[in-house]
Every structure is written in C-alpha cells, then in structure tokens.
C-alpha cells in the first residue's frame, strides 16, 4: 500500500471493521489526506472511531454507516476517478455477528465502482476469506470477474497458499493501467 498511497491521498477502507485498515490507510494519507471509512455496523464504527481518536488520526476520516456499494454517494464529482487505493477485508466482525458478513450481491458492485473510482495506477485490494460459505461464493465470483477484466486496462493478481488446509485468507489485487 505505500507505494500507491502518498501524502494528501483520498483513500477509502471499505469495510472498516475494527479500524485497523483504516488507521493504517490514515497514517499513509497522512495529516492533509482523506479516508473514507464504511460500515453496515455502528458496532464497528463506534471501534473504528476510538482507535482513530487514541492514534489523533479521526480529523482525517470520514466514518460512514452504509454499505460500500454506495460509495459513489459520498464522493464529490471531481473525487471521482482520483482514489488512490480502496481496501475490502472481506467477511464478518471477528466475535460479532456472522449474519452481517460481507456478501456477493454488494460486495461486485462495491468492485466494479472501486474499478470506476480509482486513478490510473490506483489500487483495489482485497482480503478474502473463503473458509465460511459466503466467503467461498465471494472468492468465486470475484476470480470470475477479475479474470474478465480487460488486460489492456487493469492488471490483476491473486496470491493464496495452497498448502494450507484451513482456507487462509487470500489476496486479489486490481490495478489501473
Ligand atoms: N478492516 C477491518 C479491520 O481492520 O479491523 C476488518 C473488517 S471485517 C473482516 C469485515 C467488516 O465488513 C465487518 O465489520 C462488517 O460489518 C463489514 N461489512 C459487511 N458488509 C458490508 C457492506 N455491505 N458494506 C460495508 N461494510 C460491510
């Protein structure tokens, strides 16, 4: 991530979770960036915001209680196409509810407008869980998608651990040629 985010970026998290992402995503924007931060749970953006606070990093993150897909709402017009990097942790809150997991019907959508919203040479990074069966059926359509993705506008890569048996998380990285 330090090699597509600098110093005054607009960057978003698009699952916020616990915050760590998005405290991480705050200190490569730095003091003059912006981070835009989702969730469905007010649990979650209730933790992500004092991990922020206790870190002095919150003046720089907008919180948002939506789902990703939705992301275009927030953006200002000429913000679009200017995203550096958008990060998805995909699957649930660690010991919260697993109903509230992240799912395919958002989850391409909330994809397909990160691929709209990032500049040439941003980055969409995506953490995805597939030992849970959402997970799974997330892992497989987005490969699908990925794999449809135009090779003269985007480079993509994948990066998993085939001798590991239970399902670690895995890395699908989208660029902007
Ligand atoms: N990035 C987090 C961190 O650093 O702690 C971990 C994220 S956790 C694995 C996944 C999060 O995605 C959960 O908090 C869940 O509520 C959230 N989520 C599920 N569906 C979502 C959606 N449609 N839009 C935004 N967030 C969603």
Redesign the pocket.
Known sequence: MEEYISPGDLVI??????????LALAKLAGKGGKVLA????QE?LKKTESLLKEEGFFDVCRLILD???NMGNYLAEEEKGGVSAIVF??????RANKE????VQ??LP?VEKSLEFIKPNGIVVLIVYSGHEEGMHEKEALLSFASQLSEKKYHTAYLSYPNQKKNPPELLLITKK
């Open positions: 998290d698009a699952t916020a979770g616990n915050g760590n992402d998005t989702f969730d469905i749970q979650a789902s990703h897909h942790n995909l699957g649930y809150l660690p509230l997991t992240t799912k958002t989850t909330a």
